[in-house]
Protein backbone atom coordinates (compact mmCIF):
# COMPACT_ATOMS: atom_id res chain seq x y z
CA UNK A 1 0.00 0.00 0.00
CA UNK A 2 2.66 2.20 0.87
CA UNK A 3 4.27 2.15 -2.73
CA UNK A 4 1.29 3.22 -4.66
CA UNK A 5 0.35 6.09 -6.34
CA UNK A 6 -2.30 8.06 -4.63
CA UNK A 7 -4.82 9.93 -6.73
CA UNK A 8 -7.84 11.59 -5.96
CA UNK A 9 -11.08 10.53 -7.35
CA UNK A 10 -14.00 12.40 -7.68
CA UNK A 11 -17.82 11.75 -7.85
CA UNK A 12 -20.06 14.80 -8.66
CA UNK A 13 -23.86 14.69 -9.21
CA UNK A 14 -26.78 12.07 -8.00
CA UNK A 15 -26.25 8.90 -7.07
CA UNK A 16 -28.69 6.90 -9.20
CA UNK A 17 -27.83 3.67 -8.82
CA UNK A 18 -26.16 3.01 -5.04
CA UNK A 19 -25.67 -0.44 -5.76
CA UNK A 20 -23.19 0.36 -9.07
CA UNK A 21 -22.00 2.93 -7.08
CA UNK A 22 -20.54 0.67 -3.70
CA UNK A 23 -19.25 -2.15 -6.32
CA UNK A 24 -17.30 0.89 -8.09
CA UNK A 25 -15.54 1.85 -5.07
CA UNK A 26 -15.16 -1.48 -3.95
CA UNK A 27 -13.91 -2.58 -7.30
CA UNK A 28 -11.08 0.68 -7.45
CA UNK A 29 -9.95 -0.01 -3.70
CA UNK A 30 -9.77 -4.33 -4.15
CA UNK A 31 -7.91 -3.76 -8.08
CA UNK A 32 -6.73 -0.77 -8.63
CA UNK A 33 -2.80 -0.51 -8.59
CA UNK A 34 -3.25 3.42 -7.69
CA UNK A 35 -4.76 4.47 -3.92
CA UNK A 36 -7.69 6.34 -4.51
CA UNK A 37 -9.18 8.22 -2.05
CA UNK A 38 -12.40 9.38 -2.62
CA UNK A 39 -14.27 12.62 -2.73
CA UNK A 40 -18.13 13.22 -3.52
CA UNK A 41 -20.70 16.11 -3.85
CA UNK A 42 -24.25 14.65 -4.00
CA UNK A 43 -27.95 15.15 -3.41
CA UNK A 44 -29.05 14.33 0.18
CA UNK A 45 -31.57 11.68 -0.78
CA UNK A 46 -32.63 8.01 0.47
CA UNK A 47 -28.84 7.07 -1.40
CA UNK A 48 -27.07 8.16 1.51
CA UNK A 49 -28.13 6.16 4.01
CA UNK A 50 -27.48 2.80 1.82
CA UNK A 51 -23.65 4.17 0.65
CA UNK A 52 -20.74 2.12 1.79
CA UNK A 53 -18.96 5.26 1.13
CA UNK A 54 -15.46 4.99 3.34
CA UNK A 55 -15.31 7.89 4.75
CA UNK A 56 -18.28 10.57 5.16
CA UNK A 57 -15.66 13.17 5.74
CA UNK A 58 -14.90 13.46 2.17
CA UNK A 59 -18.31 14.23 0.88
CA UNK A 60 -20.84 16.67 0.74
CA UNK A 61 -24.67 16.34 0.62
CA UNK A 62 -26.01 19.27 -0.38
CA UNK A 63 -29.87 19.49 0.84
CA UNK A 64 -33.12 20.38 -1.44
CA UNK A 65 -33.11 24.32 -0.83
CA UNK A 66 -29.42 24.36 -2.65
CA UNK A 67 -31.20 22.68 -5.13
CA UNK A 68 -34.18 25.33 -5.32
CA UNK A 69 -31.40 28.47 -5.89
CA UNK A 70 -29.99 26.55 -8.57
CA UNK A 71 -33.48 26.97 -10.31
CA UNK A 72 -33.42 30.43 -9.86
CA UNK A 73 -29.76 31.12 -10.72
CA UNK A 74 -30.77 29.39 -14.14
CA UNK A 75 -33.84 31.49 -15.13
CA UNK A 76 -31.56 34.39 -15.39
CA UNK A 77 -28.77 35.05 -18.07
CA UNK A 78 -26.23 32.64 -18.56
CA UNK A 79 -23.53 33.05 -21.58
CA UNK A 80 -24.52 32.56 -25.08
CA UNK A 81 -24.28 28.93 -25.68
CA UNK A 82 -24.91 27.57 -22.63
CA UNK A 83 -28.21 25.51 -22.18
CA UNK A 84 -30.55 27.39 -19.45
CA UNK A 85 -31.42 23.75 -18.00
CA UNK A 86 -30.65 23.38 -14.56
CA UNK A 87 -28.87 19.81 -15.42
CA UNK A 88 -25.82 22.26 -16.75
CA UNK A 89 -25.86 24.70 -13.39
CA UNK A 90 -26.06 21.23 -11.66
CA UNK A 91 -22.83 19.49 -13.07
CA UNK A 92 -20.81 22.65 -12.52
CA UNK A 93 -22.78 23.04 -9.02
CA UNK A 94 -21.10 19.53 -7.95
CA UNK A 95 -18.18 20.01 -10.07
CA UNK A 96 -17.00 22.91 -7.96
CA UNK A 97 -17.73 21.37 -4.60
CA UNK A 98 -16.32 17.94 -4.80
CA UNK A 99 -12.89 19.61 -6.40
CA UNK A 100 -12.68 22.09 -2.99
CA UNK A 101 -12.25 19.06 -0.82
CA UNK A 102 -8.76 18.64 -2.66
CA UNK A 103 -7.58 22.05 -2.28
CA UNK A 104 -4.53 21.27 0.09
CA UNK A 105 -3.99 17.53 -1.53
CA UNK A 106 -0.51 17.09 -3.85
CA UNK A 107 -1.27 14.98 -6.93
CA UNK A 108 -0.75 14.53 -10.90
CA UNK A 109 -4.28 13.97 -11.76
CA UNK A 110 -7.25 13.52 -10.51
CA UNK A 111 -10.75 11.00 -11.60
CA UNK A 112 -13.48 13.10 -12.14
CA UNK A 113 -16.82 11.28 -12.94
CA UNK A 114 -20.37 10.80 -12.34
CA UNK A 115 -21.75 8.20 -9.70
CA UNK A 116 -23.92 6.51 -12.12
CA UNK A 117 -21.34 4.62 -13.98
CA UNK A 118 -18.74 1.92 -13.67
CA UNK A 119 -15.66 2.30 -15.83
CA UNK A 120 -13.21 -0.30 -16.10
CA UNK A 121 -10.25 -0.56 -13.73
CA UNK A 122 -7.77 -2.01 -15.75
CA UNK A 123 -8.27 0.40 -18.65
CA UNK A 124 -8.32 3.45 -16.12
CA UNK A 125 -5.04 1.87 -14.73
CA UNK A 126 -3.45 1.64 -17.99
CA UNK A 127 -4.40 5.51 -19.11
CA UNK A 128 -3.41 6.76 -15.56
CA UNK A 129 -0.05 5.10 -16.51
CA UNK A 130 0.30 6.77 -19.70
CA UNK A 131 -0.35 10.25 -18.32
CA UNK A 132 2.16 9.84 -16.14
CA UNK A 133 5.18 8.74 -18.09
CA UNK A 134 4.47 10.85 -20.56
CA UNK A 135 5.43 13.61 -18.56
CA UNK A 136 2.14 15.48 -19.99
CA UNK A 137 2.38 17.77 -17.28
CA UNK A 138 5.25 19.77 -19.18
CA UNK A 139 3.17 21.62 -21.20
CA UNK A 140 1.82 23.48 -18.24
CA UNK A 141 -1.67 23.88 -19.62
CA UNK A 142 -4.98 22.70 -17.99
CA UNK A 143 -5.68 18.72 -19.42
CA UNK A 144 -8.71 16.89 -19.41
CA UNK A 145 -8.76 13.70 -20.66
CA UNK A 146 -12.19 12.68 -22.04
CA UNK A 147 -13.23 9.37 -24.08
CA UNK A 148 -12.32 8.51 -27.14
CA UNK A 149 -15.26 10.06 -28.94
CA UNK A 150 -13.91 13.07 -28.04
CA UNK A 151 -15.20 16.81 -28.32
CA UNK A 152 -16.99 16.95 -31.24
CA UNK A 153 -18.00 20.01 -33.96
CA UNK A 154 -20.65 18.65 -35.76
CA UNK A 155 -24.05 20.51 -35.64
CA UNK A 156 -22.98 21.24 -32.09
CA UNK A 157 -20.32 21.43 -29.38
CA UNK A 158 -20.59 18.10 -27.91
CA UNK A 159 -18.97 15.63 -25.39
CA UNK A 160 -21.17 12.15 -26.25
CA UNK A 161 -19.79 10.73 -23.13
CA UNK A 162 -19.53 13.62 -20.90
CA UNK A 163 -19.43 11.41 -17.46
CA UNK A 164 -15.38 10.84 -16.95
CA UNK A 165 -12.70 13.47 -17.10
CA UNK A 166 -9.16 12.80 -15.73
CA UNK A 167 -7.71 16.37 -14.88
CA UNK A 168 -4.05 17.69 -14.16
CA UNK A 169 -3.61 20.32 -11.25
CA UNK A 170 -4.09 23.22 -14.00
CA UNK A 171 -7.15 21.51 -15.20
CA UNK A 172 -8.50 21.10 -11.88
CA UNK A 173 -8.05 24.69 -10.84
CA UNK A 174 -10.41 25.42 -13.90
CA UNK A 175 -13.18 23.28 -13.76
CA UNK A 176 -13.59 24.54 -10.20
CA UNK A 177 -14.17 27.85 -11.71
CA UNK A 178 -16.51 26.31 -14.13
CA UNK A 179 -19.92 27.29 -11.42
CA UNK A 180 -18.79 30.70 -10.75
CA UNK A 181 -17.56 32.24 -13.90
CA UNK A 182 -20.96 31.10 -15.69
CA UNK A 183 -23.30 31.75 -13.17
CA UNK A 184 -22.10 34.27 -10.59
CA UNK A 185 -19.09 36.10 -11.76
CA UNK A 186 -20.72 35.98 -15.13
CA UNK A 187 -17.60 36.69 -17.02
CA UNK A 188 -17.63 38.51 -19.66
CA UNK A 189 -17.08 35.95 -22.77
CA UNK A 190 -20.28 36.39 -24.59
CA UNK A 191 -18.74 37.80 -27.61
CA UNK A 192 -16.00 35.31 -27.87
CA UNK A 193 -18.60 32.54 -27.51
CA UNK A 194 -20.70 34.34 -30.55
CA UNK A 195 -17.52 34.22 -32.71
CA UNK A 196 -16.67 30.78 -31.65
CA UNK A 197 -20.35 29.42 -32.63
CA UNK A 198 -20.08 31.87 -35.73
CA UNK A 199 -16.86 30.83 -37.02
CA UNK A 200 -16.96 26.95 -37.04
CA UNK A 201 -20.82 27.09 -38.20
CA UNK A 202 -21.80 25.23 -35.23
CA UNK A 203 -25.22 26.26 -33.74
CA UNK A 204 -25.85 26.15 -29.76
CA UNK A 205 -26.78 22.72 -28.77
CA UNK A 206 -30.20 23.37 -26.62
CA UNK A 207 -29.30 20.53 -23.72
CA UNK A 208 -27.21 20.31 -20.36
CA UNK A 209 -24.48 18.70 -21.19
CA UNK A 210 -22.80 21.02 -23.97
CA UNK A 211 -21.92 23.11 -20.88
CA UNK A 212 -18.49 21.44 -19.89
CA UNK A 213 -17.64 20.50 -23.95
CA UNK A 214 -17.82 24.85 -24.72
CA UNK A 215 -16.00 25.34 -21.39
CA UNK A 216 -13.04 23.43 -22.63
CA UNK A 217 -12.83 25.43 -26.01
CA UNK A 218 -13.06 28.30 -24.17
CA UNK A 219 -10.51 28.22 -21.54
CA UNK A 220 -7.70 26.52 -23.62
CA UNK A 221 -7.51 22.94 -22.56
CA UNK A 222 -5.67 20.69 -23.73
CA UNK A 223 -7.34 17.64 -24.71
CA UNK A 224 -6.26 14.47 -24.21
CA UNK A 225 -8.43 11.08 -25.55
CA UNK A 226 -8.69 7.52 -23.55
CA UNK A 227 -10.44 4.68 -24.66
CA UNK A 228 -11.93 3.51 -20.68
CA UNK A 229 -14.91 1.49 -21.36
CA UNK A 230 -17.70 1.44 -19.27
CA UNK A 231 -21.19 0.56 -18.14
CA UNK A 232 -23.95 1.55 -16.44
CA UNK A 233 -24.79 -2.12 -15.16
Not at 24 to 47: A, G, H, P, Q, V
Not at 99 to 114: A, D, G, H, P, Q
Not at 129 to 152: C, E, Y
Request: glycine share 2%.
Amino acid sequence: MANKIKIPFCFFGQIRDVNLFNRTIKDLNKRSKYEFEFFLSTWDDKSKNNTTFPILDNAIFHNKREDEKLTAITTKHVPYGISAEKSSARIAFHMKHVLSLIKNKKYEFIVLTRPDFFSSVDHLDKHLDDLIKQNVNSFNKPIASIKDTGLRVESSFQLPSDHLYILNKLGVEEFEKMFDRIYTYKENKTQLTENIFSNLNVTNKYGAHNIVALYLMLYNFLIINNSIPFTKE
